[in-house]
T-cell receptor, first 114, second 109 residues
Framework: DAMVIQNPRYQVTQFGKPVTLSCSQT?????MYWYQQKSSQAPKLLFH???????NEADTPDNFQSRRPNTSFCFLDIRSPGLGDAAMYLC?????????????FGPGTRLTVT | GQNIDQPTEMTATEGAIVQINCTYQ??????LFWYQQHAGEAPTFLSY??LDGLEEKGRFSSFLSRSKGYSYLLLKELQMKDSASYLC??????????WGAGTKLIIKP
């Protein structure tokens, strides 16, 4: 089945220790998104890519970086995680932009910072 | 600016009907989505409305009134598995999704 895959599902890192979260998709979608979601809050868009065209949300902290080496893969790097970065990180894809394209989500990676 | 409001939590009984409301303010509008999110899981798509009126999909229906900045999700014949959060998301003039915080729906036997 075509899908969005995130690894790992649970990640524990130490305060200040860099961590990378990964996302892959078999849907062959052009657009990939990274969201941060804290408990009982709305998902917050961090970045999105249209193909390799990178779009950074204005309020995304510099501590967060992203890479998309090819259509299928996208990575979220947190350079120096703080306690406030503990959250669920959701990767999503859509087949395009400029239209009402449904977003397909991966299962998420729950990040704990100790 | 943009703003989305939905109730934080609702409780309903198995077999009953529940309506979850969403109100919004926006300068640009390209439709409204409803997603379901079970605890600890990713959101899954339920419905999309761009024109006024009711869209029905089995036990779930979604309604939109653009002039009132209002939408609702109607769930019929509630089942225990419908216990989840329901997120309203507005698609703005740039086709970006602006998410509500979600309504946690608790189903009681």
């Amino acid at each position: 089945d075509a899908m969005v895959i995130q690894n790992p599902r649970y990640q524990v890192t130490q305060f200040g220790k860099p961590v990378t979260l990964s996302c892959s998709q078999t849907l062959n979608h052009n657009v990939m998104y990274w969201y941060q979601q804290k408990s009982s809050q709305a998902p917050k868009l961090l970045f999105h890519y249209y193909d390799k065209d990178f779009n950074n949300e204005a309020d995304t902290p510099d501590n967060f970086q992203s890479r998309r080496p090819n259509t299928s893969f996208c990575f979220l790097d947190i350079r120096s995680p703080g306690l406030g970065d503990a959250a669920m990180y959701l990767c999503a894809t859509s087949s395009g932009t400029g239209g009402p394209y449904e977003q397909y989500f991966g299962p998420g990676t729950r990040l704990t910072v100790t | 600016g943009q703003n989305i409001d939905q109730p934080t939590e609702m409780t309903a009984t198995e077999g009953a009907i529940v309506q979850i409301n969403c109100t919004y303010q926006t300068s640009g509008f390209n439709g409204l989505f409803w997603y379901q999110q079970h605890a600890g899981e990713a959101p899954t798509f339920l419905s999309y409305n761009v024109l006024d009126g009711l869209e029905e999909k089995g036990r779930f229906s979604s309604f939109l009134s653009r002039s009132k900045g209002y939408s609702y999700l109607l769930l019929k014949e509630l089942q225990m598995k419908d216990s989840a959060s329901y997120l309203c998301a507005l698609m703005d003039s740039n086709y970006q999704l602006i998410w509500g915080a979600g309504t946690k729906l608790i189903i009681k036997p």
